[in-house]
Nanobody
Framework: QVRLVESGGGLVQAGGSLKLSCAAS????????MGWYRQVPGKHRELVAS???????AYSDSTEGRFTISRDNTKNLVYLEMRRLKPEDTALYFC????????????WGQGTQVTVSS
């Protein structure tokens, strides 16, 4: 059974930083591409960042240069470090396994809320 559990969300002022974590179980983590997504009410879920099993990364235009995705294959963890946060980054953030690098998501966590105040 695949299980993804996000943590690290919270309330932060604009310009601040947060680091999200996602703990994975039930998969061969080291061989699985992973992604972070976010969603605000009334909008589609948006891909924020992807990381290949070997460490290659990709970012959305709105987060490149501010967000960093990383993974620890020894601990089955994937991270999203977010810097210079903006109010428009406010969303529910999810991690997910991907069917291929930067491809469609397959399994989702329950999400962690990030709120950026102006």
């Amino acid at each position: 059974q695949v299980r993804l559990v996000e943590s690290g969300g919270g309330l932060v002022q604009a310009g601040g930083s947060l680091k999200l974590s996602c703990a994975a179980s039930g998969i061969i983590f080291g061989g699985t591409p992973m992604g972070w997504y976010r969603q605000v009410p009334g909008k589609h879920r948006e891909l924020v960042a992807s990381i290949h099993s070997g460490g290659q990364t990709a970012y959305s235009d709105s987060t490149e240069g501010r967000f960093t995705i990383s993974r620890d294959n020894t601990k089955n963890l994937v991270y999203l470090e977010m810097r210079r946060l903006k109010p428009e980054d406010t969303a529910l953030y999810f991690c997910a396994t991907q069917s291929g690098y930067n491809g469609p998501a397959m399994y989702w966590g329950q999400g962690t809320q990030v709120t950026v105040s102006s």
